[in-house]
C-alpha cells in the first residue's frame, strides 16, 4: 500500500503545471473563506466589546435590550430590588450613553460614556497612566487608549475638552482587552458625573452589575429579576444575545455567508476541473495498473490520497496568506477587526474536505470504467 501511496505521489507531481493550479485554486478558495469567517467573527467579538471590557459575572437589563450599545434605562428601586436577592453579594449601577466632545481644533467626535459607580468603580478598566483615584477629581475622565484613541486628538493626562457644554479633563489613561467596533472612542467617568454631564432622561441606570455569592445562585437571581420584569444575564448570556443579535438580526451574517459559499464554489470548481484533466491525461497509467493486477479499491485509494495531499497543502497555504494579510492589516488599521480562531479554521478545514472529496469523485467514477484492454489497444 505504501508503493502505491508512493506511485501517487509521483504522478500527481509529474505534471507540475496541473498540480500548481490545483493547489493555487484550492489555496484561493481557502484564503476568501478564511478572510471572509474571520471578518465576521473579528465583527461579532468586536460588538461586543463593552461586555467583555467591564467584565460583571451578571447583567441586569430591560428585556428588549438585545446589544449593549442600546441601553433602555431603569428605574431606581429596580437596584434596590436585586441588591435585597438573598443571592446576590453586591450590585452596582452602570451608565452608558453617547457624548459629543468638543476638541481644541474646534472639530466634533461622539464618544461612548461609561460612568461607574462612585463608591467601588466596578467595572472599571486598567490604567497605563495616572492613578484610578484620580477619578474622582473635579471633571475627570479616563480615555481607552484603542484604535480610536487618535480620534481625540492623542490627548495626555491633563489634556482638555468640552464635553455637552461641560469641560472635560483627562485624569488617566486606560487600555481594555478589545477595541470597539464602530469606530467611536470610550472614556470613563463616575456615575454621577456621567449622569450630569449627558442630556438627563427620566432615568438613568442603563444597566446593573451583579456579583452572586456563589455560581448555584446564578439560577435564583435571574428568576427573582425576571419576576420584577427584568432579564438577568450572566456574561456570556449577554454576549450570546449580543452574538445572536448580529447574527440573525442584521443582513452581516448572511452576505458573509452568500461570499463564503461563493469561495468554496470557486475552489470546487477549479478544483474538480483541473482534478479531472489530470485523471484524464494518467488514464493509461491506472489502465496499466489495473492490466498488472490492481484492484478497484487501490485506484480509489490513490486518487483520494492524491485529493488529499493538494487538499491539505492548498489549506495550509490559505490559511497562511490570510493570517499574514490579517496580521499586516492588524498592524497598519488600528480598527481592523478580522480574527482567526478555532471556529473558522475547522470551517474552512472541513469545506476543504468536501472538496477533495467531490474532487477524487469526479475523478474516481472515471477511473473505475477503465477497461486495460482498450488502454493498451490504443
Known sequence: MK?????ALKLLLGDRGKFATLVIGISFAVFLMMQMTSMFFGIIQHSAANIINIGARMWVMDPA??????????????????RSIPGVEYAEPLYMGAGLVHLEDGTYQPVTIIGLDDATLMGRPNLVAGNVLDIYRTNAFFVVKDGNYAKLGNPGIG????????????????QVPLGGLFGIPTLYTTY????????????????????PKRSQDIPEIEEQVRKLGYLALTNQGFIRRNDR???????????????????????????GETFYMFVLDNLERFGALKAIGARGSDLIRMIVFQALVVGFLGYGL???????????????????????????????????????????????RR???IDPFDVFRS
Do not use: C, K, W
Open 3 to 7: 508503493g502505491l501511496f508512493l506511485l
Open 65 to 82: 435590550i438585545r446589544t449593549p450599545l442600546n441601553s433602555i434605562p431603569m428605574p431606581s428601586y429596580i437596584l434596590d430590588a436585586v
Open 159 to 174: 489634556a482638555t475638552f468640552e464635553i455637552n457644554d461641560h469641560r472635560g479633563i483627562i485624569a488617566g489613561i486606560a
Open 192 to 211: 454621577t458625573r456621567a449622569t450630569e454631564d449627558l442630556p438627563p432622561t427620566r432615568y438613568s441606570i442603563s444597566y446593573i452589575l451583579v456579583q
Open 245 to 271: 443579535f448580529y447574527e440573525f438580526q442584521t443582513a452581516m451574517g448572511i452576505n458573509i455567508l452568500i461570499m463564503t459559499l461563493i469561495s468554496f464554489i470557486v475552489g470546487l470548481s477549479i478544483a
Open 318 to 364: 490559505g490559511v497562511l496568506f490570510s493570517s499574514a494579510l490579517i496580521g499586516f492589516s492588524r498592524l497598519r488599521i488600528p480598527n481592523y477587526a478580522a480574527v482567526i480562531n478555532y471556529q473558522n479554521l475547522l470551517l474552512a478545514f472541513a469545506m476543504v474536505l468536501v472538496i477533495s472529496v467531490i474532487s477524487s469523485y469526479i475523478g474516481i
Open 367 to 369: 477511473v473505475i470504467r
